[in-house]
């Protein structure tokens, strides 16, 4: 993958959940998540830097990206905190952050454009296997005649004392 990389000159996305320390080094940069939140992006020398700027220390006999996947665990990162004057618990300084990068709604887009965007979606997917969609319209067609034509013809008597005994 990495010679791939180099060669073609393409940006590669990997999801990892516990990676060697060998192969955490080949990564240029880094994207952590947490609960479905972004916890860092951005290069991975800077990685440690940064949560020792938010108070957690990567201890000498373990691995950064060992210590990665535990700190951003909420279970397990308080054996990191080392700011023991203050409560464990990462600042969250809203003036710093980008006012189009916070969510303000459950979703993104209205349900109006998903419907349009699936709608769109497998209007495509009907242009390229046409045939199939057209032979399977043909199909239900020709079903549909034939389970309508065996009520065709047939008449109910009713009114008459001997219409009863007939059935």
Same mark, same amino acid.
């Given at each position: 993958?990495?010679?791939?990389?180099?060669?073609?000159?393409?940006?590669?996305?990997?999801?990892?959940?516990?990676?060697?320390?060998?192969?955490?080094?080949?990564?240029?940069?880094?994207?952590?998540?947490?609960?479905?939140?972004?916890?860092?992006?951005?290069?991975?020398?800077?990685?440690?830097?940064?949560?020792?700027?938010?108070?957690?220390?990567?201890?000498?006999?373990?691995? %950064? #990206?060992?210590?990665?996947?535990?700190? $951003?665990?909420? &279970?397990?990162? /308080?054996?990191?905190?080392?700011?023991?004057?203050?409560?464990?618990?990462?600042?969250?300084?809203?003036?710093?952050?980008?006012?189009?990068?916070?969510?303000?709604?459950?979703?993104?887009?209205?349900?109006?454009?998903?419907?349009?965007?699936?709608?769109?979606?497998?209007?495509?997917?009907?242009?390229?296997?046409?045939?199939?969609?057209?032979?399977?319209?043909?199909?239900?067609?020709?079903?549909?005649? %034939? #389970?309508?034509?065996?009520?065709?013809? $047939?008449?109910? &008597?009713?009114? /008459?004392?001997?219409?009863?005994?007939?059935?």
């Amino acid at each position: 993958m990495r010679q791939m990389v180099h060669i073609m000159d393409v940006t590669m996305v990997i999801a990892l959940l516990q990676p060697a320390p060998e192969t955490f080094d080949l990564f240029n940069d880094v994207i952590l998540l947490s609960e479905g939140q972004f916890v860092y992006q951005g290069p991975r020398g800077n990685v440690q830097e940064f949560f020792e700027y938010m108070g957690f220390k990567c201890p000498d006999r373990k691995g %950064i #990206a060992d210590f990665l996947q535990e700190v $951003t665990s909420k &279970k397990d990162q /308080e054996q990191y905190w080392f700011r023991k004057n203050q409560p464990c618990r990462i600042p969250y300084d809203k003036s710093k952050v980008n006012p189009a990068a916070l969510v303000t709604e459950s979703y993104g887009i209205s349900n109006l454009e998903l419907f349009k965007a699936c709608f769109s979606r497998e209007w495509l997917l009907m242009k390229r296997d046409s045939f199939v969609y057209l032979f399977k319209a043909t199909q239900l067609i020709i079903t549909t005649i %034939i #389970a309508l034509s065996v009520f065709l013809r $047939t008449e109910m &008597k009713y009114g /008459e004392l001997e219409d009863a005994s007939r059935f």
